[in-house]
């Protein structure tokens, strides 16, 4: 396997302020477990490196000093913090029995917002603590008398808004079990995901926003009650103040207010820590989307020491993070809750075309502490000229990216334009593991276009292709010891099969995510991007990330896709489709200055073969380019068997792509 360059070390582009960091709450943990804990080899609470040490092979004391530092509040304790470490089927904190939603609303404030919703228009509204319990207790009296019970199953089709916490936290009080989408999904690609759960009731609302628009899915969402034949009940949401048909719907439909303006006392059930809390759902390119199933503890767990360590978060602290319903980032928002921080919801256009700065706006005047996107938001900001700094961006402390590679060049961006003492924190995780891997803390310097380190307890590494471990050297991410919000199984997968099959196949024992990556001498993480959509031209690998760094840094081109698809006679064709900004055209000019960039800035050696300007990129529902389904269509396969077109953001390119595949194919 050919790998890049081992990264020499440099100055980082960040360094923590000294102060700062040791008044952080890592710090404060760091100093905690050296007085409560045998945590040897940690001299220095800013030290990271040695923490991070210690919490990957001291694994069963971390996560016990996790559980106490926070105070995790067990009903019945635990016999062990970790009985067999085996991949999978780790058993963790057997025993303990408890409630996510218990933890969720002890720490709120009660007359400080809990939550502050916000949409595009730049309205919004806050909900205290002790309205948020109030709601809760609510909501899951009246899901009670709908018949939900523990175990049974609550959905929500739902953009992002309170109502889908409370419902979220509704659900888990009772010990039922939650999952949600957005509404952008068409009620058959939603239909796909909760039909599998056999759910008793549906919450749905009546449209959402975005760009300026109004989305009526009132009709959408009789659709979806109609395909889901176990429900007792669904439940309407006015949310963007359509009304709704009165009649027209099958089974018992019942108005959200019914549930959420009740007098009630909320009673929280207990369950064994391993108890299901959500699930979540792959993106489902090709098939039924997996359900991936997680419990309580170890979502409670991996959440705290996220949000609470890594993140800093506390008591008078706010996080705006764009997201989706439908996107893991929407779990972790919510679950800001647990440190008794607001967390803001939004609902609309990350950046509409009237107010393309409106979320650096409403960071401002709510006094956001994190602020969360995604590499592709960034990037945009830049290429509009929009400027963040005419606002009063004072109270930001740290800009969280994640959804994919970070290139360097978001670095100085951010810097000059939002904040020289904001941290950029890059990010990499999954759905699968709803939380993530590799990351930054309040005490780790930042490298530009790297994540700073492994996140705590993560006994994060790079193997080869034998399985063998490499340091500043290509390899595959995989972890080596369980995590406490590793997938407790697929909904639907009696046997544990496809769970193996999906995570150990590689490895035995070793779960392997399927992102290249390399891991620094100096403690940094490179994310390379999924290992199976790396170029691969005559033995000489490159992420696809390096090259769309490089061509979208020019102002003619808003998008790009490169693939590399081996051909039957042995040949290797790698196009270069972009996406043209309004008024460029791709003349022989521009289509050398994109050659150029390619050499200049990625790799001389993987220059395309064809430069070919599309419509748009295909992405998932979350955001992510469709690089391997596009690169399958290309070679021939059929659409069928490649791309479920509900996964799709923009389902028509799947023929457009799938055409240019046969038009190749059928060449002499």
Request: proline share 7%; with cysteine.
């Amino acid at each position: 396997m050919n790998a890049p360059h081992p990264p020499p070390y440099r100055e980082p582009f960040f360094t923590p302020d000294p102060e700062s960091a040791a008044r952080s709450r890592i710090a404060d943990f760091a100093r905690w477990v050296v007085q409560h804990r045998a945590a040897e080899g940690i001299q220095d609470p800013t030290d990271y490196r040695a923490l991070h040490h210690w919490s990957v092979t001291d694994l069963e004391e971390f996560w016990a000093a996790v559980w106490d530092y926070f105070g995790v509040d067990a009903t019945t304790p635990y016999e062990r913090v970790l009985a067999g470490e085996t991949m999978p089927g780790a058993r963790w904190f057997p025993g303990a029995t408890l409630n996510y939603a218990h933890h969720a609303l002890r720490n709120l404030q009660p007359d400080a917002p809990a939550i502050t919703a916000l949409d595009e228009t730049g309205v919004g509204y806050e909900i205290t603590g002790r309205e948020l319990r109030a709601r809760v207790a609510s909501v899951a009296a009246g899901l009670r008398d709908l018949g939900v019970g523990q175990g049974d199953r609550v959905v929500g089709y739902l953009p992002n808004t309170p109502h889908a916490i409370v419902a979220f936290l509704a659900t888990a009080s009772l010990g039922a079990v939650w999952s949600v989408c957005g509404q952008d999904y068409a009620p058959k690609a939603a239909a796909d995901r909760f039909a599998q759960l056999e759910p008793t009731v549906l919450i749905t609302a009546d449209g959402y926003l975005f760009n300026g628009t109004t989305h009526d899915r009132r009709a959408a969402s009789v659709e979806l009650a109609a395909a889901l034949p176990t429900l007792k009940a669904t439940v309407l949401v006015n949310h963007v103040g359509l009304a709704w048909p009165k009649g027209g719907g099958s089974g018992l439909m019942l108005p959200w207010e019914d549930l959420a303006t009740r007098a009630e006392y909320l009673t929280i059930a207990p369950v064994p820590f391993n108890h299901p809390l959500w699930v979540v759902f792959s993106s489902g390119t090709t098939g039924l989307p997996k359900g991936i199933v997680h419990g309580h503890g170890g979502v409670l767990l991996e959440h705290l020491k996220t949000l609470g360590l890594h993140t800093d978060l506390g008591t008078g602290d706010r996080l705006l993070w764009y997201t989706t319903t439908h996107w893991m980032m929407w779990n972790l928002v919510v679950s800001t809750l647990l440190t008794g921080a607001t967390t803001c919801t939004y609902d609309g256009s990350p950046a509409p075309q009237a107010r393309p700065d409106v979320l650096w706006e409403l960071a401002a005047r709510h006094k956001v502490s994190v602020f969360g996107t995604s590499p592709q938001y960034l990037l945009t900001m830049a290429k509009m000229g929009v400027e963040p700094s005419v606002h009063d961006l004072s109270a930001i402390r740290v800009v969280g990216c994640t959804g994919s590679a970070l290139p360097a060049s978001a670095y100085p961006w951010v810097r000059d334009h939002v904040g020289a003492d904001v941290q950029l924190a890059s990010t990499s995780g999954g759905t699968d593991v709803v939380s993530g891997f590799a990351g930054s803390a309040s005490t780790t310097a930042v490298w530009a276009g790297e994540l700073s380190a492994p996140c705590l307890g993560v006994a994060l590494a790079a193997y080869d292709t034998t399985g063998a471990p490499v340091l500043d050297q290509l390899g595959e991410l995989v972890v080596t010891r369980p995590m406490p919000s590793m997938p407790l199984y697929f909904w639907n997968d009696p046997d544990g099969s496809r769970y193996h099959d999906a995570y150990f196949g590689a490895f035995p024992s070793v779960w392997r995510h399927g992102d290249w990556i390399t891991l620094t001498s100096y403690g940094s993480v490179i994310v390379h991007g999924r290992s199976d959509a790396t170029l691969n031209r005559n033995g000489v690998r490159l992420d696809s990330a390096d090259i769309h760094d490089a061509v979208e840094r020019l102002s003619e081109v808003t998008e790009a896709l490169v693939v590399g698809a081996e051909e039957p006679d042995g040949g290797y064709w790698m196009p270069l489709f972009v996406v043209l900004a309004a008024g460029a055209h791709l003349d022989d000019s521009l289509r050398e200055r994109i050659r150029e960039a390619i050499r200049a800035d990625a790799s001389p050696r993987h220059v395309p073969d064809e430069i070919i300007a599309v419509p748009a990129i295909p992405h998932t529902k979350t955001g992510k380019k469709l690089e391997v389904p596009v690169k399958r269509l290309l070679q021939g396969a059929p659409a069928d068997q490649v791309l479920n077109p509900a996964a799709v953001d923009n389902p028509e390119l799947i023929a457009y792509f799938a055409c240019l595949g046969e038009e190749r194919n059928s060449r002499p």
